[in-house]
């Protein structure tokens, strides 16, 4: 289609989302022989929100195994990212680690044994690392305000509670939860965040694993399948690459050794993803012919 | 049941499929550069079944354009193959074409005007374009089983022809969704017929364009998010390709750019996929890197 | 309330029914000892539509017994009349005999062995004998206009098929169905007809047992729970009296030991039940204090 | 389980529910004029649970009038007493008052502008001059043990909150609810206190107004649809007379204008209703023609 694309509506479901200037828009690539491209607001920080379930499963997986696979399913769930419906019908087992159901179970698991600051520590340690900055931090204004206003997230907690799928008292879980979807980064930040997906679990800069190639493949396989939510199909459809949004409209997206991409546009289309971000993704992919079910550069 | 538990059960709600020899194993693989490898039973027919759905997919695509994108959608459902919830939720439009339900409204676009003989006709011509291949034919016993049985897929039809979404009587439009699904094919012919999927549209033997690489690219993602029923997921996250699965056991699997694979083996897991075929390419990709979730090579 | 209820809007699906003038109004009262009341258009006739699974039901349990239940349940369902998301969630077994679900399972036991046009003139007997009035008729025009529009039970009827819980063809089992809720009847033959379920299941001009006083109580209580479909709760709730509410705009009521009742009035409210006749109902029941639900008098 | 099959099995998710001897047996009746039987175990007190939420919802009408019916529905649920699936269908409007979602909004009513406190204190004293006795107390061993296990409860409750149809804070409101499902009554006390809802709303002794007829006669219509969850069709069809279940094992059944009954024992039936206090009532309506749907005396 032609015309040019409607921007979308920010978030508004509390203050320090609705409060962004919806004219931003950012991208940033880094390149598999680590070039960095950035643009317009590439360099402004927002809030991640959902795509530090990224990270978060990346590091869970780290401590449980796979045995998480037992807690949280790896299939699309058809359904809303707040969906409750799904819970009911399959005693408590979120279907995929993305919608919030199972990045709470995830958190829970990442919580462990741990304080909750212990645990907030640790995955803004482990972001900073990823991206190579320790500039990246949590923003508190956004962590309270979702704590003000996540009854929705409480009801999931509590239910899967009920279900003996929740194991730490549903506050810490959930204060770990708001905290690690309030990181504020850039998209600059976050593509260099995302490239131990590109290349297939090691770290660019040291060369140390992050996750086995096994593991960095099947979480690129579940932000493909699962990381938009119920427009996780079109995305696919549309885009073709593996990737995670986010309510503050940023999106995380990965072309398996190639490139890790990152896009911020604040206005969401009706399924709760950057409208403006997809549309930029799609052209690149159009342009570039990235899209992992294209035929591979023999 | 006598068989060994890790094959999986075969279907058995038709004679023709129940009486196939659960012991059965084949796999073919075709590659860009024109190179074919077939092993076990990899020349002996078995009956395509929901695998038929890409081909019709293809050839309705051609007929209605992304006009079609207004009767199906492009979202993995969350269900089982035949579940009718989700049609009653969402007013009769199938969540993608690869469900029943989404496959009996791509059959009624093919149907168009035409009498339910030529469309079926069109269907084999098609096919055997593909393949290559003059010798593939529709299976008819199994045609018939289907429509005697066919209830459930009987339901599904009259409840979008209710909403609308259906143009030509459910009966011919069934009739020829059984015959397409009743296609005969072995495991070299099928990978033969994938082919264009793997090289962005075009037949690799004359050059003609089948589909455009964009519709090429949409197909692959449609199979990755869609391709498995409510296995999808599993199967992106396990195998890493875009495959189609059949209840008759077979699945076509494409390494866009490198292969165009099918295996067989007729047990089923509890989804209804092939159980020792999703194992098989498990290895397969395991072993050859081929997941399009793996870094590319450089 | 006290303000003038709007009419509703008559049922438009088949032509039959959209052309019925919106304006009319008939009641019809016959009492325990015998008197009747007709007011307006109390004898004209009307298509009972739904009104008839009644009937049908009653004459089920004659051939099934209480093995009819197993078939059936006696839960209201939730949803509207021809939802068929219940069926998937329990294995093709109707919430209740007044869905349409149900109403065909009753009806497909109603057929039996017989041809369908025996089982169209058992109904019509029976009811005849019922009200007393052998000018009771089928018409035909409706009849023919459902069966030509009829997908949605179409899918319904199917879809039990596929979980073996229709034993006859469906198309017989649908012709036979359409055929009972094409019945015409006044208000007053109405009113006349469910006597039975006024008197114990007694015959109150020969005294002959209908239906023992157990199943006629079963019966109101049925029509009680569940007469109203999605709007049982709320019938229950403003008029307090078992009864059964048709398409057509009819609805018959039972006050056990005192009155049958029938009112007519087409414009429906948005779940599909008389809205004229339904205030008119709570009117009476106002004044009267026949409600069920008040104190008995001593 | 040791007890006799038939007898069901008593709630174990608390440990003062699942250590109440199962051989139990309690009655008690109350009629019109003014006498009372009481049998077996009738003076023993249990945990009255969910019945409470009939005087809570009495309480409730007291306070926000009609009002009350824009935030709780009127029909049946159609599923389990703690489904969450319909309040997402329904944008956190729970379906009737006697499902748990249902009676949490009643007692946000009942809080409205009070201490948690002073709310329990009100129930407390509302039912002791329903039933004219002051030794009726709230088993805080109960209630205590339900507040450590109520998870789904909370869920119910949150989820509400984020729809806006809680007003309160969660604790608070689930902290009176808590408590007056803790009520202990004895059966005697139970028909004492229901007695205004067999005379039309009057105090029998006092023959002051508690509620008016209208509202009398709405709350049996309530009982009826919906006392019973999704067993409420089946208690219609088997006893047919408005009643409310509580998980305790006990039951509180209305003959309007003629008796108020209760009934206790611990056994549960598959959808959480006491076996053989069902199969009591069933018994004595048999015998006593006190079935709603059967013909009222002359």
Chains 1, 2, 3, 4 share one sequence.
Not at 52 to 63: E, M
Not at 109 to 134: S, T
Not at 184 to 201: D, F, H, I, K, P
Not at 225 to 232: A, E, F, M, V
Request: neutral net charge; glycine residues 12%; charged residues 20%.
């Amino acid at each position: 289609m032609a015309q040019a694309p409607e921007r979308g509506v920010p978030a508004g479901y509390i203050a320090p989302l609705a409060a962004v200037d919806s004219a931003r828009f950012g991208i940033a690539i880094v390149t598999a022989d680590g070039r960095e491209f950035a643009g317009g607001d590439g360099d402004m920080t927002f809030s991640i929100q959902s795509i530090s379930k990224v990270f978060a499963l990346t590091l869970a997986l780290g401590v449980a195994g796979d045995q998480l696979w037992t807690r949280v399913g790896v299939e699309p769930s058809g359904t809303a990212f707040n969906s409750i419906v799904q819970l009911e019908h399959e005693q408590g087992i979120p279907r995929n680690p993305f919608i919030n159901a199972g990045a709470i179970v995830v958190t829970d698991v990442l919580l462990g044994r741990h304080e909750p600051r212990e645990a907030i520590g640790e995955m803004l340690r482990f972001v900073r690392m990823l991206a190579g900055d320790k500039d990246i931090f949590v923003d508190e204004t956004v962590a309270r305000a979702e704590e003000e206003t996540g009854f929705r997230n409480l009801a999931l907690a509590n239910y899967m509670r009920a279900f003996g799928n929740l194991r730490r008292p549903v506050e810490q879980v959930l204060g770990v939860y708001f905290h690690h979807c309030a990181l504020a980064m850039s998209c600059r930040q976050l593509a260099r965040a995302g490239r131990y997906l590109m290349t297939g679990g090691r770290h660019p800069e040291t060369g140390h694993s992050i996750v086995s190639a096994r593991r960095a493949r099947r979480i690129n396989a579940l932000m493909l399948t699962c990381g938009h939510y119920d427009g996780s199909g079109e995305f696919a459809f549309r885009v073709g690459l593996p990737g995670k949004s986010g309510v503050g409209g940023g999106i995380l997206t990965i072309v398996p050794g190639v490139a890790s991409i990152a896009v911020w546009s604040p206005g969401l289309n009706e399924r709760g993803n950057s409208q403006l971000g997809t549309f930029a993704l799609e052209r690149l992919v159009h342009r570039t012919g990235w899209s992992i079910f294209d035929p591979r550069p023999g």
